[in-house]
């Protein structure tokens, strides 16, 4: 079974879940006994495509038109199933990040394949059957899946899979798609950036404030936290909705989910509809004033407390360190 792995870059540098799905895909690549090549689009240096090598990839196929600099949805999906028909790859691995979220569903609508998005977790195999676990209902539950369809597409999490060195050498080759006007029929012009921050979704360290804080007066306690810890900032939805925080920054069933190795959350009740968005997190912290208050009970470790003594304490302790 061959292994075809999409990876995506900002600006000719690849994201981090780049390196996660190429591991994540050598992982699968051992037990079968199968290769994984990596498909690159846009423009991406040599030096950088060959990083991939270093974490499983032993192919890697670039796809470097100029009109693919920017992400197209259909345009992206044309190619990948260009690069699956070529290397006759009947498992397709993406991130299931932004774009992959809704990359996935038409790759897969376009190759007839089964689709897996949100997977958590390695698959396993009974026969030609794959089986995995992933996210549900808004991360509201896990659901197991099978694919029973010849072609597979699974989009794995950000943050479910650590990428792992596995130094192999790999040839890069230059994949040349022929796509149709149609696929090209949505061309983006700019794009401004808003912020040099840290992207929330792929964030390993998420600090998150709710309406506890009182109001967007006390947020340099939230952005001093998360610059001493190298975090990304978020918050609740009440929160974005009354503008003392962008709504780049809600997280939840109606906002962004994320899946950090630490979510801190300050000052946030802990609603089913938060819970939603953060509760595939591998460490969670809350620091809430009542003891009651509903995220506790999905804690690591909780403080209780006003956030506003103890967060700058918390950020003048790891400062010291
Ligand atoms: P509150 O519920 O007001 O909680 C504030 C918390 O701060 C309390 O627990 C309080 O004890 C604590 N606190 C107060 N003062 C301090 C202090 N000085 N120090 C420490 N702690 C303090 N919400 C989301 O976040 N994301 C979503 O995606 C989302 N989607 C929704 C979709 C639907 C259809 C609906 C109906 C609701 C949705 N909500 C969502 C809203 C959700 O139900 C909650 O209302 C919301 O999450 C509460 O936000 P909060 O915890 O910031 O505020």
Same mark, same amino acid.
């Given at each position: ?12 540098? *690849? ?17 079968? @006994?199968?290769?994984? /090549? ?7 240096? %040599? ?6 090598? @270093? ?9 470097? !038109? %100029? !009109?693919?600099? =920017? ?20 498992? &397709?691995?993406?991130?299931? $990040? ?18 897996? +998005? @949100? ?11 794959? =089986?995995?676990?992933? /996210?549900? *209902?808004?991360?509201?539950? *896990? ?27 790999? /040839? ?5 798609? $022929? ?16 912020? +040099? ?7 390993? &360290? ?26 990304? /900032? ?8 009354? @503008? ?8 939840? =069933? ?18 089913? =509809?938060?819970?939603?968005?953060? $509760? ?15 995220? *506790? ?5 909780? &403080?209780?407390? %006003? ?15």
């Amino acid at each position: 079974m061959a292994i075809l792995v999409y990876v995506e870059n900002i600006e000719g540098k *690849f994201k981090k879940s780049a390196f996660e799905v190429v591991s994540y895909a050598k992982a699968i690549a051992n037990e079968q @006994g199968t290769d994984v /090549t990596a498909l690159s689009i846009g423009n991406v240096a %040599d030096e950088e495509l060959n990083k991939l090598a @270093g974490f499983g990839a032993s192919k890697i196929l670039k796809v470097d !038109q %100029d !009109q693919l600099n =920017q992400f197209i949805n259909k345009a992206y999906a044309a190619v990948i199933a260009a690069a699956a028909a070529s290397e006759q790859a009947d498992l &397709i691995i993406l991130s299931n $990040s932004f774009s992959g979220k809704g990359l996935a569903p038409r790759l897969a609508a376009k190759l007839e394949a089964g689709l897996a +998005d @949100g997977a958590m977790e390695l698959p396993t195999f009974s026969g030609s059957d794959l =089986q995995v676990k992933k /996210t549900a *209902f808004s991360n509201k539950a *896990f659901a197991t899946e099978v694919i029973t369809a010849t072609k597979k597409v699974i989009a794995v999490n950000p943050n479910s899979h650590e990428p792992v060195r596995d130094e192999a050498s790999a /040839t890069i080759e230059t994949l040349t798609p $022929s796509l149709d006007a149609a696929d090209l029929n949505i061309v983006i012009k700019d794009i401004v950036r808003a912020t +040099d921050k840290i992207s929330l979704p792929e964030a390993e &360290i998420v600090v998150s404030a709710g309406r506890g804080l009182k109001g967007p007066e006390n947020w340099a306690i939230i952005e001093e936290l998360a610059e001493v810890l190298g975090a990304a /900032t978020a918050c609740s939805k009440p929160v974005s909705d009354a @503008g003392w925080r962008p709504h780049s920054e809600h997280v939840g =069933q109606t906002g962004i989910v994320v899946s950090p190795n630490l979510y801190i959350a300050i000052g946030i009740s802990g609603a089913i =509809q938060h819970l939603a968005g953060v $509760s595939s997190s591998k460490t969670i912290v809350v620091i809430n004033k009542d003891p009651e208050a509903p995220f *506790f009970k999905v804690a690591d470790y909780g &403080i209780v407390g %006003d956030a506003l003594e103890i967060v700058p304490k918390l950020t003048a302790a790891i400062q010291a360190h």
